[in-house]
């Protein structure tokens, strides 16, 4: 990773296609049907937000801390996919932390 992230040519292509229109995604219609789609939770100055490319913006579930996040995040927002839709099977999380110090 450091070396990519120190490779001036692969910064400069990278950024010519992240900012080209002809690459940028259509955010659709909210009420469009979808196989698969992606949601981002975070906790953001005491805020529990949901991240949707789909909607105006992020979404506010209710305060949260970094010690109660994940714990928060599947109770104010995971829980509520679930409960919409009970038989669906097609669904995954992934969590992104750092790594725990060995003190």
């Known amino acids: 990773a450091e070396i990519l992230e120190g490779d001036d040519e692969i910064e400069s292509k990278h950024d010519a296609a992240t900012s080209d229109r002809d690459n940028q995604t259509s ?4 009420d469009d049907k979808l196989e698969t789609h992606f949601v981002a939770v975070v906790c953001k100055d005491g805020g529990l937000y949901e991240l949707d490319g789909r909607k105006e913006g ?3 579930h209710g305060d949260t ?3 109660n996040f ?6 104010k927002v995971v829980q509520t996919f679930m409960d919409r839709d009970p038989g669906e099977m097609r669904f995954t999380m992934l969590a992104l932390a750092p790594t725990q110090s060995e003190d």
């Open 70 to 75: 994940l714990k928060d995040a599947c109770e």
């Open 27 to 30: 955010r659709g219609n909210i």
């Open 58 to 60: 992020p979404v506010r």
């Open 65 to 67: 801390s970094p010690e």
